[in-house]
């Protein structure tokens, strides 16, 4: 999901706004804060509202952040998988079909 990839490699504080939400994904401010909400009912995001102190985009009140459970694999930043590396290069070299 999109709204989940914004999270990829960022820190586990990183505060998702709906403005940044709506950047990221191209969509409609309103199309951007039902998928957060989404996210939240179906609890792999958590709803927090901004302290009075912290500055924040005037229409953005509140951020979202990763559930615990799920902070470590949504924040986790890509790794391409290689087959060929996987395989040492041998069914390419050999033409042995790779074995399961």
Same mark, same amino acid.
């Given at each position: 999901? $999109?709204? !989940?990839?914004?999270?990829?490699? *960022?820190?586990?504080? &990183?505060? !998702?706004?709906?403005?940044?939400?709506?950047?990221?994904?191209? *969509?409609?401010?309103?199309?951007?804060?039902?998928?957060? %909400? %989404? @996210?939240?009912? @179906?609890?792999?995001? %958590?709803? &927090?509202?901004?302290?009075?102190? %912290?500055?924040? =985009?005037?229409?953005?009140?509140?951020?979202?952040?990763? $559930?615990?459970?799920?902070?470590?694999? /949504?924040?986790?930043?890509?790794? =391409? @998988?290689?087959? /060929?590396?996987? !395989?040492?290069? *041998?069914?390419?070299?050999?033409? /042995?079909?790779?074995?399961?």
């Amino acid at each position: 999901m $999109k709204v !989940l990839e914004l999270y990829r490699g *960022r820190q586990a504080d &990183f505060k !998702l706004t709906v403005c940044q939400c709506q950047s990221g994904i191209g *969509r409609a401010y309103t199309t951007a804060y039902s998928i957060l %909400e %989404e @996210l939240a009912a @179906l609890e792999i995001l %958590e709803k &927090f509202s901004f302290e009075s102190t %912290e500055v924040a =985009d005037a229409k953005d009140k509140c951020y979202w952040l990763p $559930k615990q459970e799920f902070n470590a694999i /949504i924040t986790a930043p890509y790794v =391409d @998988l290689d087959h /060929i590396a996987d !395989l040492g290069n *041998r069914a390419v070299s050999q033409n /042995i079909p790779p074995t399961i």
